[in-house]
């Protein structure tokens, strides 16, 4: 299975007065697997349908290889999907929902049932085919999606949410098959999601979609730890927003400088977007904040501090670092000194914590 | 729980008589629906029963020997054939009608065609002849004015009360079937296009098996509706269309014959044959079609 390059090119498409893709540009390299992600209504799933020939642009193009496939009818075009809710076939029993498109397209019995049993195989369900769908577990179902999706060897696999109906332990061990399942196959995977760590987690390339428009595309490293604007930096993860000073290339925040990275608003009044993880904190009596709240997340610890002028800031540690850090305990901090974004003056606000929406 | 009892072996349960066991009561909440089943439908078969069954006071098969002869088995096959017809008819019209409804685009659509359903389904008897012989009866507006009596029409002929019967019986379709036809996700529909399926074939493999159970529930309505229709067949065809439910009608109230009205109970006896005739052919069929429902 090879997989192929995907291209939307200026893909543009309304609804109504809603505008679901605005312009959207972005190339998928073959066989690499990119998330897109974003807010609810930021026009991932419609470039996704796109792709899939369920919704036409008003404007723009999308290409396979370098062909124009913009109008080619859904039922013709080279792409497996695995829809959010559960689509498979309810009359069907999971061989035949696997052999679907086989049958379709009038392959023998006997080679159908072959293939149905190497993909379930494959997705890890041998002794399931003569089960309905209703006779599974929504992973199971969301399984056999995939290996109906990948029955007519597609070479653009396009995945709407697959995940978000699952529970939290089965939708991490699904999306790492799925990872697995994309490498082992080679196929250009084009993943739709609204969870930043499924997307970091899984994908080669991150596209950041807002309002129908690109913001940033990159490595998952890159997006998370060089964002390219402000949303995208509030987007995927969490940071702070601490007020500092801009001066020439460099920014005042905290009692420190530090270089700035990217686009300066006309004001000096700034805010400072900083990662929890990027502020160290000690234990000290003498200490510049106090501690409010400490939530223990397994491996680290998030407190949230409190500065002397009244500017709370979130902070990630080891949990072991965090044994004198109780709540009403004083504490000092410092941020590590690397580039940081900067954004126009907002009011005084909590952390900017990045929430999870459906698209 | 199950005791282990002190003379029995260690471990082996023992039955204490079931006195301990607490008795379900949840069937008592059936109790009055129980009544009404056996005072309005009980009752009323065990009389027609006894007396489709008695001849002259005795126990005889007669009368069922009678209702399966000459006028009354015309008009028992009449009835089986007008039923079958507005079943048929009714279901495919009502189908697609459901079908343009449910994919509209316009929800007032929607809700006035259900509302007009819900109103002509059960638009019959008297009014529904009378509002039929107006329009296109001998004498009807339609009827003088496009000269259809010059191009052979009646509407007092088997195919003119089929048309009257599908009247209430299409929209009855339609409330039927628009609940299972919104039932199919339109993700099952691009996931048969995804899978390079046509139109005809999403509905041919997955569209159509799936809306079986109900398409078939909907023709066994229907030919239930038709099969026991008598007001409005005879407002308006009287004799001319032999039907059962009209025999049964003469034969109680000695329209034509005196003495006849264990007859007409036996032509209702073959009435309940006849229906469930069409059950011994649905409930297989039925269950066939829903097998991936179990």
């Known amino acids: 299975m090879n997989g192929a390059r995907v291209e939307f090119r200026g893909l543009r498409r309304t609804f109504g007065a809603t505008v679901a893709l605005d312009g959207l540009d972005l190339t998928v390299e073959p066989g690499t697997l990119i998330a897109l992600l ?62 679907f498109g086989l049958r379709v397209r009038k392959v023998p019995a006997a080679k159908r049932r072959a293939r149905a049993a190497e993909l379930l195989e494959l997705v890890g369900l041998p002794a399931h085919g003569e089960r309905y769908p209703h006779q599974l577990s929504g992973g199971q179902q969301q399984r056999v999606a995939l290996a109906r999706a990948l029955a007519l060897e597609p070479r653009v696999l396009l995945l709407d949410e697959p995940l978000s109906a699952l529970d939290a332990k089965v939708r991490v061990a699904l999306r790492e098959e799925i990872r697995r399942l994309q490498l082992s196959l080679g196929i250009t995977t084009i993943f739709v999601t609204h969870d930043q760590e499924e997307a970091l987690s899984v994908a ?66 700034v805010d400072v977007l900083v990662r929890p993880e990027t502020v160290l904190v000690t234990a000290a009596y003498d200490g510049e904040a106090v501690v409010l709240t400490s939530s223990f997340r397994g491996a680290s610890v998030r407190l949230l501090l409190r500065t002397d002028d009244g500017t709370e800031l979130l902070a990630d540690l080891p949990a072991h670092d965090a044994a004198r850090l109780a709540p009403g305990q004083r504490a000092g901090f410092r941020l590590v000194q690397r580039p940081v974004l900067v954004g126009p003056r907002t009011t005084v606000s909590p952390p900017a914590t990045a929430t999870a929406a459906a698209d | 729980m199950a005791e282990t009892h002190p003379a029995a072996p260690a471990g082996l349960p023992v039955r204490t008589g079931g006195g301990n066991r607490p008795r379900s009561t949840g069937w008592t909440g059936a109790l009055p629906l129980l009544a009404f089943v056996a005072l309005a439908f009980g ?33 028992l096959i009449g009835s089986v054939k007008l039923s079958a017809v507005v079943a048929i008819g009714g279901a495919v019209a009502g189908t697609f009608l459901a079908q343009a409804v449910v994919t509209s ?190």
């Open chain 1, 38 to 99: 974003g807010p609810s209504g930021c026009g991932k799933t419609t470039a996704l349908r796109c792709v899939a020939g369920f919704e036409h642009p008003d404007a723009g193009a999308v290409l396979l290889d370098g062909k124009d496939i913009t109008r080619v009818p859904a039922n013709r075009r080279d792409a497996g999907m695995v829809f959010q809710s559960y689509s498979l076939f309810p009359n069907l029993n999971v061989y035949d929902n696997v052999a």
């Open chain 1, 204 to 269: 080669d390339q991150v596209a950041v979609l807002r309002s129908g428009r690109l913001e940033q595309v990159g490595a998952p490293a890159e997006v998370y730890d060089r964002p390219a604007t402000p949303f995208v930096a509030e987007f995927v993860g969490t940071m702070n927003r601490l007020p500092g000073r801009l001066d020439g290339q460099e920014v005042e925040v905290a009692g420190q400088r530090l270089p700035v990275h990217g686009e300066t608003p006309g004001t000096p009044e």
């Open chain 2, 105 to 294: 685009r316009f929800r007032a659509l929607r809700e006035a065609v259900l509302t007009a359903s819900g109103v002509l389904a059960n638009f019959g008897g008297v009014p529904l002849a009378f509002a039929w012989t107006a329009t296109l009866g001998n004498s009807g507006v339609l009827t003088t004015r496009l000269a259809l009596g010059e191009h052979g029409w009646s509407l007092y002929s088997f195919w003119g009360l089929a048309l009257v019967y599908l009247y209430f019986s299409v929209p009855l379709m339609v409330l039927v079937v628009v609940p299972a036809l919104d039932g199919l996700r339109p993700q099952w529909r691009e996931a048969a296009q995804n899978n390079g399926a046509s139109a005809w074939q999403f509905w041919r493999y997955v569209g159509i098996p799936v809306l079986t159970p109900s398409l078939l529930g909907g023709v066994v309505l229907l030919f239930g509706g038709a099969f026991a229709a008598y007001a409005t067949a005879a407002a308006m065809v009287g004799t001319v269309v032999p039907l059962v439910t009209l025999q049964i009608a003469d034969a109680l109230t000695g329209n034509v014959l005196i003495g006849h009205e264990n007859v007409a109970l036996a032509l209702s006896f073959d009435m309940i044959m006849v229906a469930g005739l069409v059950m011994a052919v649905y409930l297989p069929l039925q269950r066939r079609s829903a097998r991936w429902l179990r």
């Open chain 2, 43 to 75: 009752i009323p078969t065990v009389a027609l029963l006894g007396g489709a069954f008695t001849a002259d006071g005795a126990p005889s098969t007669a009368n069922l020997t009678a209702s399966l002869q000459g006028a009354y088995l015309t008009a």
